[in-house]
Every structure is written in structure tokens, then in C-alpha cells.
């Protein structure tokens, strides 16, 4: 059975640190997701990474995936209170759905 | 804008009640999926569908079912609403080989009393 781990599940943080997200998965896939959830919202997709070594960025967020490692992270640099929410990441096994992790809830502060 | 739409947002239904939520998406997309979450749970598959007329069980479809007459609609069904069904749902639609993922609707928070 494929297990999507993520950690932590939850993360406190003060602006302007720097922190990582951890992905780690169960069996092959080399193509992983990573998506962005707002209270009481749907999911709104961050980053593809489609080939092991991929590395996208987007402002203050930093996404990789390593295939050999099982591992995907997600890097956030200088924190700001825009990026509290839910971070989910989604791995492709070559079926038909993507299987989700249980979410990092993100809670930054001054 | 390319757009997957739930048509409700937020549903209050009684127990025993037969509930349609309904999904539309307008990207020629193949794969629709419903899929429910609850706090400390995750998302969980419930459904999904790759083709029209098409559906395959996902995770947790006891107490559900789904139609997907026209490529573009992808119903789910609660038989018998029961007050364990009290969610949000979230339908997603994505191309047959999922090179971009999922798009997401806005979600549907069903509350069964």
C-alpha cells in the first residue's frame, strides 16, 4: 500500500525564519504535486515536478523532488503571515488518482 | 480562466434525504474525482471517473455513487444521507495523464442534521 508521509503536520513559525517541509513516499513515482489550502477553501495547486532533481520556485516558496530518495520538499525562505495555510503534497503512481498526504498546517507569526 | 464548478457551497440536508452535488468542469478534461475531507483524515477518493459513463470505486464509496453522463459533469450521490456524511467535498478534473495534476472546485461543506 502507497503511504504518503508528511512532516510535520504542524508547523509554527516566526516571520522571517526559514523552514522545511517534508514528503516522503512509499514506492516509485517520479512525478509529485504540491498544493496550497486556505481555511474553509478548496486546493489550489503550487508546483509540478515531473523528473526527479525538479526544482520550481515561486516567491518565498522553493519545491524539489528527489526519486531516488522517496523525497519531496518544500523550502520556505523568510516566512511572512501570507503563507499560513494548509500544504498539501499529492504523488502520481501511474494509476488513474493521486495519493495525498495528510497536510502541513502553517502557522506563521510575528 | 479555465474552472472546475461545484454548485453548492455550503449544503444543510436532513438525515435519510437523497443528495446530488454537482461538478462541471470546462477543460476537456478526461479524469473527474470526488473526494471528501475531515479534519486529521486527509483527503479521501471517494470516486472517480475516466471517461464518460465510466466510474471506479476509490477508498470509502460505501453510501455513495456517481453518474458522469456528458464528459464535463460528474455527479456524486448520497443514497441515504447519514449525519457521518457531514463533510466537504471537493470535486478535481484533470487530463488523462495528469501532466498538470488536479484543478479543484471551491468545495461543497454538506452538513447532514
Same mark, same amino acid.
Given at each position: 500500500? =502507497?503511504?504518503?508521509?508528511?512532516? &510535520? ?29 486556505? &481555511?474553509?477553501? /478548496? ?7 515531473? /523528473? ?12 524539489? =523532488? ?9 523550502? @520556505? ?15 502520481? @503512481?501511474?494509476?488513474?488518482?493521486? @495519493? ?5 498546517? =502553517?502557522?506563521?507569526?510575528? | 480562466?479555465?474552472?472546475?464548478? #461545484? ?22 478534461? !478526461? ?17 472517480? *471517473? ?11 464509496? !460505501?453510501?455513495? *455513487?456517481?453518474?458522469? !453522463?456528458?464528459?464535463?459533469?460528474? *455527479?456524486?450521490?448520497?443514497? *441515504?444521507?447519514?449525519?457521518? #456524511? ?28
Amino acid at each position: 500500500e =502507497l503511504k504518503v508521509e508528511q512532516n &510535520p503536520l504542524f508547523l509554527s513559525m516566526q516571520e522571517g525564519k526559514n523552514y522545511t517541509i517534508y514528503c516522503n513516499y512509499s514506492t516509485t513515482s517520479d512525478r509529485l504535486y504540491w498544493y496550497r489550502q486556505d &481555511p474553509g477553501k /478548496s486546493l489550489e495547486s503550487l508546483f509540478v515536478l515531473l /523528473s526527479n532533481g525538479a526544482v520550481k520556485q515561486e516567491g518565498r516558496l522553493m519545491a524539489s =523532488l528527489d526519486t531516488k530518495a522517496r523525497l519531496s520538499t518544500l523550502h @520556505i525562505t523568510a516566512a511572512v503571515h501570507d503563507l499560513s495555510a494548509t500544504y498539501f503534497c499529492a504523488v502520481d @503512481i501511474g494509476g488513474t488518482a493521486l @495519493i495525498f498526504g495528510k497536510g502541513t498546517t =502553517l502557522s506563521v507569526s510575528s | 480562466d479555465v474552472k472546475v464548478t #461545484q454548485s453548492s457551497r455550503y449544503l444543510v440536508k436532513r438525515t435519510g434525504e437523497k443528495v446530488f452535488l454537482e461538478c462541471v468542469q470546462d477543460m476537456d478534461h !478526461e479524469n473527474m474525482f470526488w473526494y471528501r475531507q475531515d479534519p486529521g483524515l486527509g483527503l479521501r477518493l471517494i470516486y472517480f *471517473s475516466y471517461d464518460v459513463k465510466m466510474k471506479e470505486k476509490g477508498d470509502i464509496p !460505501e453510501g455513495y *455513487s456517481v453518474s458522469r !453522463e456528458k464528459k464535463e459533469r460528474f *455527479s456524486l450521490i448520497l443514497e *441515504s444521507a447519514s449525519t457521518n #456524511q457531514t463533510s466537504m467535498y471537493l470535486c478535481a478534473s484533470s487530463l488523462q495523464d495528469r501532466v498538470y495534476g488536479y484543478t479543484f472546485g471551491s468545495g461543497t461543506r454538506l452538513t447532514v442534521v
